[in-house]
């Protein structure tokens, strides 16, 4: 394929097709080509900015996300694999859009409308995924809220069952589950046993999300000049937090079982499609892909920042805060499994110290002392229960710390449950829970500040209205997005979280990223962008990133899209749902109107991109048709202009009678005053 010339190197480069920009990304001097980002907003200080970048990227799915996936899939094996991609695919896509953001300093809609005016519609997919993404998002900054509220007190109230008042019996619901995960279900969503049954509003719910709403809105209101300076908090904080767990966590009983657990390699994991599905949709979230906020950010860059380095950085950063996360929580979950399997132990040499209280001799009485259940080690019960467990009868278990170590929990479950539950068990545990759920809080605000700037920054680009008017756009649109939440806080709401975040950003994300790669590699060309992002940087960057644009991250996304869509044709979407009489979760399928809803939500998504390529085409079109109009226009004046020389020059002055004619005077004007005195100075040449 021929190199694309370098737009500006010389006069007689072609224009554009009309496929392409009108203009090249940057002219060969380094001006901007938007004459608006001359008064654009920028970053303070470089700090800022990465901050601001880390603390985007790195947000709950690092915490709950990443350690389910890297435990379930085979360990070290899985973060090998994760490794690999993001390297081939991640950097790549995230170093394309903070190229595109940093050069044309524009929000996603003002991108890539410039790269290719068809393609605009990506630009508004971005904005309404992270319309969407920030609906739900806000709601577990809620939650988050109401758990740091309740963590000032002691003992804490999700560490004990509740006690019914009439009988003084604990209440059933607790007793069929946990003190945690009935705090969870019942005292803080009290939710419904299914989606049908939507209920009445949680009042304290709904006023938690309120103040997150505030929060955000007091942050968001000053643009970047306001959100970056809470940065320096928000995204520092939970750093410092979970290398505090970290550091305790290793001194617990259990931890060194929950490391081994965690990274203890499976390679065969690797030929399972499902496991690369999963790896290849983190790396693509991990990122904040095709969201806009990474454009948006890096837009605020000063023109010649090494960009770059910025994201094998960033990329870098979130992996190693991911490796982080993933040991504070299997430390401590190793810590809890080892406590359930101690207790488990405890429990069954009670029962056989009954059994030998009665009388009954068997001879597979254990040969660990009885009298004392605490004190027996758990290897040399389950070396016992190994040669002995098919003579026991049901009311005598294995207590397995690795089986309780596959009961993978991930999300909500990690953070509200199980989490809880370790930390209930903490000495001063009010402190560690204070300091868990405001980690929880500053990585979801830090996330939400993102999520917003990719909303706000390209409207406030593309419409110039919205532009002059930034503080009203911040207070309405988070005004409305609270409106919009209340969804979440009625009973069933955590039943709409669960399908907002697994069907609103997935697939409409891959479809925007795909474009975006096929715009820039294809349609803007490859070539010509590494020139671009040459000129900006000063040097340009390695030629591998041509193919890799082209070619491995192109079907890699294309890959992931079709292994995404297979799935929700060939599996029926379910959710998971709260049983209140058995205190048990189950998975249930969404009822028709839920399938349309989240039907919905995908093509609402979707729909700019080929909306926004449809418009541009009809657009063309009529100006086309109005250019071709003005040139028959423009034709016909100009026959009938020249025409008017051939009819002066055949035209007398004078008629037969010797007076002018009254049509010539208005036809011939002034064209013929400044001939006649040439008339009569040659007149006066002849006579001379």
Same mark, same amino acid.
């Given at each position: 394929?021929?190199?694309?010339?370098? /737009?500006?190197?010389?006069?007689?480069?072609?224009?554009?097709?009309?496929?392409?920009?009108?203009?090249?990304?940057?002219?060969?001097?380094?001006?901007?080509?938007?004459?608006?980002?001359?008064?654009?907003?920028?970053?303070?200080?470089?700090?800022?900015?990465?901050?601001?970048?880390?603390?985007?990227?790195?947000?709950?799915?690092?915490?709950?996300?990443?350690?389910?996936?890297?435990?379930?899939?085979?360990?070290?094996?899985?973060?090998?694999?994760?490794?690999?991609?993001?390297?081939?695919?991640?950097?790549?896509?995230?170093?394309?859009?903070?190229?595109?953001?940093?050069?044309?300093?524009?929000?996603?809609?003002?991108?890539?409308?410039?790269?290719?005016?068809?393609?605009?519609?990506?630009?508004?997919?971005?904005?309404?995924?992270?319309?969407?993404?920030?609906?739900?998002?806000?709601?577990?900054?809620?939650?988050?809220?109401?758990?740091?509220?309740?963590?000032?007190?002691?003992?804490?109230?999700?560490?004990?069952?509740?006690?019914?008042?009439?009988?003084?019996?604990?209440?059933?619901?607790?007793?069929?589950?946990?003190?945690?995960?009935?705090?969870w279900f019942r005292k803080a969503l009290d939710i419904s046993d299914s989606i049908d049954q939507s209920g009445e509003f949680n009042p304290l719910?709904?006023?938690?999300?309120?103040?997150?709403? @505030?929060?955000?809105?007091?942050?968001?209101?000053?643009?970047?000049?306001?959100?970056?300076?809470?940065?320096?908090?928000?995204?520092?904080?939970?750093?410092?937090?979970?290398?505090?767990?970290?550091?305790?966590?290793?001194?617990?009983?259990?931890?060194?079982?929950?490391?081994?657990?965690?990274?203890?390699?499976?390679?065969?994991?690797?030929?399972?499609?499902?496991?690369?599905?999963?790896?290849?949709?983190?790396?693509?979230?991990?990122?904040?892909?095709?969201?806009?906020?990474?454009?948006?950010?890096?837009?605020?860059?000063?023109?010649?920042?090494?960009?770059?380095?910025?994201?094998?950085?960033?990329?870098?950063?979130?992996?190693?805060?991911?490796?982080?996360?993933?040991?504070?929580?299997?430390?401590?979950?190793?810590?809890?499994?080892?406590?359930?399997?101690?207790?488990?132990?405890?429990?069954?040499?009670?029962?056989?110290?009954?059994?030998?209280?009665?009388?009954?001799?068997?001879?597979?009485?254990?040969?660990?002392?009885?009298?004392?259940?605490?004190?027996?080690?758990?290897?040399?019960?389950?070396?016992?229960?190994?040669?002995?467990?098919?003579?026991?009868? /049901?009311?005598?278990?294995?207590?397995?710390?690795?089986?309780?170590?596959?009961?993978?929990?991930?999300? @909500?479950?990690?953070?509200?449950?199980?989490?809880?539950?370790?930390?209930?068990?903490?000495?001063?545990?009010?402190?560690?829970?204070?300091?868990?759920?405001?980690?929880?809080?500053?990585?979801?605000?830090?996330?939400?500040?993102?999520?917003?700037?990719?909303?706000? @920054?390209?409207?406030?680009?593309?419409?110039?209205?919205?532009?002059?008017?930034?503080?009203?756009?911040?207070?309405?649109?988070?005004?409305?997005?609270?409106?919009?939440?209340?969804?979440?806080?009625?009973?069933?709401?955590?039943?709409?979280?669960?399908?907002?975040?697994?069907?609103?950003?997935?697939?409409?994300?891959?479809?925007?990223?795909?474009?975006?790669?096929?715009?820039?590699?294809?349609?803007?060309?490859?070539?010509?962008?590494?020139?671009?992002?040459?000129?900006?940087?000063?040097?340009?960057?390695?030629?591998?990133?041509?193919?890799?644009?082209?070619?491995?991250?192109?079907?890699?996304?294309?890959?992931?899209?079709?292994?995404?869509?297979?799935?929700?044709?060939?599996?029926? /979407?379910?959710?998971?749902?709260?049983?209140?009489?058995?205190?048990?979760?189950?998975?249930?399928?969404?009822?028709?109107?839920?399938?349309?809803?989240?039907?919905?939500?995908?093509?609402?998504?979707?729909?700019?991109?080929?909306?926004?390529?449809?418009?541009?085409?009809?657009?063309?079109?009529?100006?086309?048709?109005?250019?071709?109009?003005?040139?028959?226009?423009?034709?016909?004046?100009?026959?009938?202009?020249?025409?008017?020389?051939?009819?002066?020059?055949?035209?007398?002055?004078?008629?037969?009678?010797?007076?002018?004619?009254?049509?010539?005077?208005l036809v011939l004007g002034v064209d013929h005053y400044s001939p006649l005195p040439q008339q009569e100075d040659e007149e006066e040449d002849t006579?001379?």
């Amino acid at each position: 394929m021929e190199k694309p010339p370098l /737009p500006g190197d010389d006069d007689d480069v072609p224009r554009l097709e009309e496929s392409h920009s009108a203009m090249a990304l940057m002219s060969i001097d380094g001006v901007e080509s938007d004459e608006a980002g001359e008064d654009r907003p920028a970053w303070d200080s470089k700090l800022q900015y990465v901050l601001a970048q880390v603390g985007f990227s790195v947000g709950l799915g690092n915490v709950w996300r990443f350690p389910y996936l890297c435990h379930q899939n085979g360990g070290g094996a899985f973060m090998v694999l994760y490794v690999m991609l993001l390297v081939v695919v991640g950097v790549p896509l995230f170093f394309m859009e903070l190229a595109a953001g940093q050069n044309i300093r524009q929000g996603s809609i003002g991108v890539w409308k410039h790269i290719s005016p068809r393609l605009a519609g990506i630009g508004y997919s971005s904005c309404m995924v992270c319309f969407f993404v920030a609906l739900y998002y806000n709601v577990i900054i809620a939650w988050s809220l109401y758990y740091l509220g309740n963590s000032f007190q002691y003992p804490l109230p999700w560490q004990k069952c509740p006690v019914e008042v009439s009988s003084n019996k604990t209440v059933k619901e607790c007793a069929a589950s946990s003190p945690t995960s009935y705090f969870w279900f019942r005292k803080a969503l009290d939710i419904s046993d299914s989606i049908d049954q939507s209920g009445e509003f949680n009042p304290l719910i709904t006023g938690c999300l309120l103040a997150a709403w @505030t929060i955000v809105c007091l942050a968001m209101i000053k643009g970047i000049k306001s959100s970056a300076k809470v940065m320096y908090f928000s995204s520092v904080f939970p750093y410092a937090v979970l290398f505090c767990f970290l550091i305790r966590g290793l001194m617990l009983d259990g931890a060194i079982e929950g490391i081994t657990y965690m990274f203890y390699p499976k390679l065969e994991i690797w030929m399972e499609v499902k496991v690369w599905r999963q790896a290849a949709t983190q790396v693509f979230f991990a990122l904040g892909l095709g969201y806009g906020s990474v454009i948006a950010y890096s837009s605020y860059n000063p023109i010649h920042n090494n960009c770059h380095r910025d994201a094998i950085m960033v990329s870098t950063i979130n992996f190693m805060t991911s490796v982080l996360a993933s040991l504070v929580v299997f430390v401590v979950l190793g810590f809890r499994a080892k406590n359930i399997a101690l207790e488990c132990v405890v429990t069954n040499v009670g029962k056989m110290a009954e059994m030998a209280a009665s009388g009954s001799s068997e001879h597979w009485w254990p040969w660990f002392n009885m009298s004392d259940p605490k004190s027996v080690d758990l290897q040399d019960y389950r070396q016992w229960y190994s040669h002995y467990g098919n003579q026991l009868g /049901p009311n005598i278990t294995d207590c397995d710390l690795e089986q309780e170590m596959n009961k993978g929990v991930e999300g @909500t479950g990690l953070a509200f449950i199980a989490f809880t539950e370790a930390m209930a068990q903490f000495p001063a545990s009010p402190l560690w829970s204070a300091l868990f759920f405001l980690m929880l809080l500053n990585l979801g605000l830090s996330t939400m500040f993102g999520t917003m700037q990719g909303i706000l @920054t390209p409207l406030m680009d593309n419409f110039k209205l919205l532009g002059r008017h930034k503080t009203m756009l911040t207070v309405f649109s988070c005004i409305l997005g609270f409106l919009i939440g209340l969804l979440f806080t009625q009973r069933s709401g955590n039943y709409f979280v669960t399908m907002f975040d697994d069907y609103s950003a997935t697939l409409p994300l891959i479809i925007v990223v795909v474009f975006e790669t096929i715009s820039v590699a294809w349609i803007y060309g490859a070539d010509r962008f590494l020139d671009d992002v040459a000129v900006m940087l000063h040097w340009r960057p390695p030629v591998i990133y041509k193919y890799m644009w082209k070619y491995v991250c192109l079907l890699a996304m294309v890959g992931l899209l079709a292994a995404s869509l297979l799935r929700m044709v060939f599996k029926r /979407p379910t959710y998971t749902a709260w049983n209140h009489t058995t205190g048990s979760e189950s998975s249930l399928e969404y009822p028709g109107w839920a399938l349309v809803m989240l039907s919905m939500l995908i093509v609402t998504a979707c729909l700019p991109v080929p909306a926004g390529y449809l418009h541009s085409l009809l657009t063309q079109r009529r100006d086309q048709a109005e250019e071709d109009e003005s040139e028959r226009h423009r034709e016909r004046y100009s026959k009938c202009h020249s025409a008017e020389p051939e009819l002066n020059n055949h035209r007398p002055l004078l008629d037969e009678e010797g007076s002018r004619p009254s049509s010539t005077f208005l036809v011939l004007g002034v064209d013929h005053y400044s001939p006649l005195p040439q008339q009569e100075d040659e007149e006066e040449d002849t006579e001379l």
